[in-house]
């Protein structure tokens, strides 16, 4: 399933097995939308605006290898290194 990045408009192939999603518009002020599925416009990411915490739904992974999901783990570093 392809999910872009709201944020920079990149996309990655996830692998997902789910049937429920999370209304974005329930969200609490402190949390923002950071991945949508290009499906079906579900949300499949967010971060907290102060405390460093993401979190995404799927596996990003297209193919089966150890760097898929660098770019989840480099933003979450980079999180806690700003604090």
């Known amino acids: 399933h392809p999910v872009q990045d709201i944020r920079t408009e990149q996309v990655c192939i996830t692998s997902q097995n789910h049937g429920f999603a999370v209304d ?3 969200l609490p002020r402190e949390l923002q939308a950071t ?3 290009l499906f079906d416009r579900s949300l499949q990411g967010i971060r907290h605006t102060r405390l460093p915490i993401i979190g995404f739904q799927g596996h990003p992974e297209g ?5 898929d999901a660098s770019t989840f783990f480099k933003e979450f ?3 806690i290194i700003k604090k």
């Open 24 to 26: 974005e518009y329930s």
């Open 35 to 37: 991945h949508r599925s």
């Open 63 to 67: 193919g089966p290898g150890p760097f």
């Open 77 to 79: 570093l980079d999180l």
